[in-house]
């Protein structure tokens, strides 16, 4: 058996149909043991040149194409190609000729630059690959989803939207058939591109090993035209889908049905506290807040401590810690905040306590959610996520591509959960804020009304008012559950450099001045 092609029959010699054993590499024939002499005695111009069937593939040499008995030993660069000796003489004899080893390294070099090009695209493929695949596991769940909202909001109406649900159903099962047919297609894309990068490695190695010039030559055009990434498709889940049946019955109550509660038009200071934090090296002063089940507030700045305050300022308990107060939450009714690479608690003896760490990931803005987890930004060189995770630090889900397998975040830095489990963040690279639902789904980004907008932290309150500090632009942004624009926070006297903030229940907010270190609490909601 000579080959995987030939397993099912015997190779036969081409002059007496015996089983064959040997292999005329300069005649292409086919020999037996007895009829190798009678092929010898055959005159060739060409010669003949006897090897082993199972190695007929192995030609390590490079023949002459005007002197096939020839080995090639020269590269005529006039035309070309790979000469011998013969023919340096005669038909070359005032061509350009070099060294047969110059152009074989010169071919190696270039098939080694393709080849390290198509490794190393292999692994974005890769990456892209895999967040296709589990895009494909989860998008029923998903499109489930999606149904369970259309369902829950129709149910709020009378039977006259009956039909519209059906209707908005029946479409929401054809764009998942389409969805899934444009993911496998993917798929199955990528999939073969990395079957055809890994056959071109193997193919690469061989050469590296081969002094045949000619088939070097004939495989640099096929590994340089080899495509290195294909467009990931564009297609997007479908968004505010259940807002749909609003839209049929023309009616925008939402917002007011929540809470009947609306925005204050002249927002007023009822408290000013000064936090008594330091200026660092850049003037920083104060950075984040988090507000305790009793209404007090904890506050983190440019210290190694943390400060507890009441509503008016008094200052009831100072604790060590072990950076900068920068990013603040409280999860079960203990404040925590990010270390180095770490996720740290105070416990009730005012020790620090390190809940888990974050591996290779710098961790940055952190938020307790309600199902009871741990939301947390984290960074490593240009990668950022954000990251779902238990009390004990195991991982529960990982945010970090939208559905064109693009990264979500630039730059991560503060967090919050809202009343819809739409999870928030400040991103200062891309300076806006991004909001995905509670699977990760890309929702919303918004980047301010003008070029001044600066973002820097997010809080979000039981109304589903999402609240921005605008640091360069003194100022606070409220936008609704959906991203948009509602109006500015601006309270009498104005905002320096607001940085932190934090909800405090009954239509107040506190917000931190970064650079006086100043928290003043701002009544924004009627009553």
Same mark, same amino acid.
């Given at each position: 058996m000579a080959s995987r092609d030939e397993a099912q029959h015997v190779v036969e010699c081409d002059?007496?149909?015996?089983?064959?054993?040997?292999?005329?590499?300069?005649?292409?024939?086919?020999?037996?043991?007895?009829?190798v002499l009678i092929h010898l005695r055959v005159k060739s111009k060409n010669g003949h040149d006897i090897v082993d069937y199972t190695s007929k593939d192995d030609d390590d040499t490079c023949h002459c194409d005007s002197h096939p008995q020839n080995d090639c030993s020269a590269y005529c660069k006039t035309c070309e190609t790979p000469i011998c000796m013969l023919c340096v003489t005669i038909k070359h004899k005032s061509h350009e000729i070099s060294e047969l080893s110059d152009k074989i390294e010169e071919l190696l070099k270039v098939i080694a630059t393709e080849n390290d090009r198509l490794q190393s695209f292999k692994h974005e493929l890769e990456r892209i690959l895999e967040h296709t695949t589990k895009l494909l596991s989860s998008i029923s769940s998903i499109?489930?989803?999606?149904?369970?909202?259309?369902?829950?909001?129709?149910?709020?109406?009378?039977?006259?939207?009956?039909?519209?649900?059906?209707?908005?159903?029946?479409e929401l099962d054809g764009?998942? @058939?389409?969805? =899934?047919?444009?993911?496998? #297609?993917? *798929? $199955?894309?990528f999939e073969e591109m990395v079957w055809k990068v890994n056959e071109i490695n193997g193919k690469t190695r061989n050469l590296q090993k081969s002094k045949n010039v000619k088939e070097m030559q004939s495989f640099v055009p096929v590994i340089q035209k080899q495509e290195s990434l294909s467009d990931v498709s564009k297609y997007s889940f479908p968004k505010l889908y259940e807002y @749909?049946?609003? =839209?049929?019955?023309?009616? #925008?109550? *939402? $917002?007011?049905?929540?809470?009947?509660r609306i925005l204050s038009e002249i927002p007023t200071v009822s408290t000013v506290i000064d936090t008594g934090f330091p200026a660092d090296e850049t003037k920083n002063r104060l950075f984040d807040m988090a507000v305790t089940d009793d209404n007090k507030v904890w506050m983190g700045g440019a210290s190694s401590e943390l400060k507890l305050f009441d509503l008016q300022g008094n200052l009831h308990h100072t604790v060590s810690i072990t950076t900068y107060g920068i990013y603040l939450c409280m999860y079960n009714k203990q404040v925590m905040y990010t270390g180095t690479k770490a996720v740290k608690m105070i416990s009730d003896t005012d020790t620090v306590v390190t809940m888990f760490t974050t591996g290779d990931w710098e961790p940055y803005g952190v938020t307790s959610a309600t199902s009871g987890d741990l939301?947390?930004?984290?960074?490593?060189?240009?990668?950022?996520?954000?990251?779902?995770?238990?009390?004990?630090?195991?991982?529960?889900?990982?945010?970090?591509?939208?559905?064109?397998?693009?990264?979500?975040?630039k730059e991560v830095a503060y967090i919050s959960e809202n009343v819809n489990g739409d999870i928030i963040v400040t991103d200062w690279n891309k300076n806006a804020v991004i909001a995905v639902d509670r699977l990760g789904i890309f929702r919303y980004s918004y980047s301010?009304?003008?070029?001044?907008?600066?973002?820097?932290?997010?809080?979000t309150d039981s109304v589903g008012y999402v609240v921005v500090t605008d640091y360069k632009g003194d100022k606070i942004h409220i936008l609704n559950r959906d991203g948009r624009f509602l109006r500015y926070i601006i309270p009498e006297g104005?905002?320096?450099?607001?940085?932190?903030?934090?909800?405090?229940?009954?239509?107040e907010m506190m917000v931190g001045e970064c650079l006086t270190g100043i928290a003043k609490k701002i009544k924004y909601l009627e009553e």
């Amino acid at each position: 058996m000579a080959s995987r092609d030939e397993a099912q029959h015997v190779v036969e010699c081409d002059l007496c149909q015996q089983p064959v054993s040997f292999f005329c590499r300069r005649c292409g024939v086919n020999l037996c043991d007895p009829c190798v002499l009678i092929h010898l005695r055959v005159k060739s111009k060409n010669g003949h040149d006897i090897v082993d069937y199972t190695s007929k593939d192995d030609d390590d040499t490079c023949h002459c194409d005007s002197h096939p008995q020839n080995d090639c030993s020269a590269y005529c660069k006039t035309c070309e190609t790979p000469i011998c000796m013969l023919c340096v003489t005669i038909k070359h004899k005032s061509h350009e000729i070099s060294e047969l080893s110059d152009k074989i390294e010169e071919l190696l070099k270039v098939i080694a630059t393709e080849n390290d090009r198509l490794q190393s695209f292999k692994h974005e493929l890769e990456r892209i690959l895999e967040h296709t695949t589990k895009l494909l596991s989860s998008i029923s769940s998903i499109y489930q989803l999606r149904k369970d909202e259309v369902t829950a909001r129709g149910e709020e109406w009378h039977k006259q939207i009956e039909e519209i649900v059906k209707k908005l159903h029946q479409e929401l099962d054809g764009m998942q @058939k389409e969805h =899934e047919t444009v993911l496998q #297609k993917q *798929k $199955e894309k990528f999939e073969e591109m990395v079957w055809k990068v890994n056959e071109i490695n193997g193919k690469t190695r061989n050469l590296q090993k081969s002094k045949n010039v000619k088939e070097m030559q004939s495989f640099v055009p096929v590994i340089q035209k080899q495509e290195s990434l294909s467009d990931v498709s564009k297609y997007s889940f479908p968004k505010l889908y259940e807002y @749909k049946i609003d =839209e049929y019955l023309e009616n #925008k109550l *939402k $917002e007011n049905e929540l809470s009947g509660r609306i925005l204050s038009e002249i927002p007023t200071v009822s408290t000013v506290i000064d936090t008594g934090f330091p200026a660092d090296e850049t003037k920083n002063r104060l950075f984040d807040m988090a507000v305790t089940d009793d209404n007090k507030v904890w506050m983190g700045g440019a210290s190694s401590e943390l400060k507890l305050f009441d509503l008016q300022g008094n200052l009831h308990h100072t604790v060590s810690i072990t950076t900068y107060g920068i990013y603040l939450c409280m999860y079960n009714k203990q404040v925590m905040y990010t270390g180095t690479k770490a996720v740290k608690m105070i416990s009730d003896t005012d020790t620090v306590v390190t809940m888990f760490t974050t591996g290779d990931w710098e961790p940055y803005g952190v938020t307790s959610a309600t199902s009871g987890d741990l939301l947390v930004c984290l960074r490593k060189d240009d990668q950022n996520k954000v990251v779902r995770y238990s009390s004990t630090g195991t991982v529960l889900q990982e945010i970090q591509y939208d559905s064109q397998c693009q990264p979500l975040y630039k730059e991560v830095a503060y967090i919050s959960e809202n009343v819809n489990g739409d999870i928030i963040v400040t991103d200062w690279n891309k300076n806006a804020v991004i909001a995905v639902d509670r699977l990760g789904i890309f929702r919303y980004s918004y980047s301010g009304k003008d070029t001044k907008f600066d973002v820097c932290s997010v809080a979000t309150d039981s109304v589903g008012y999402v609240v921005v500090t605008d640091y360069k632009g003194d100022k606070i942004h409220i936008l609704n559950r959906d991203g948009r624009f509602l109006r500015y926070i601006i309270p009498e006297g104005g905002i320096n450099k607001p940085h932190a903030v934090c909800i405090l229940g009954h239509g107040e907010m506190m917000v931190g001045e970064c650079l006086t270190g100043i928290a003043k609490k701002i009544k924004y909601l009627e009553e």
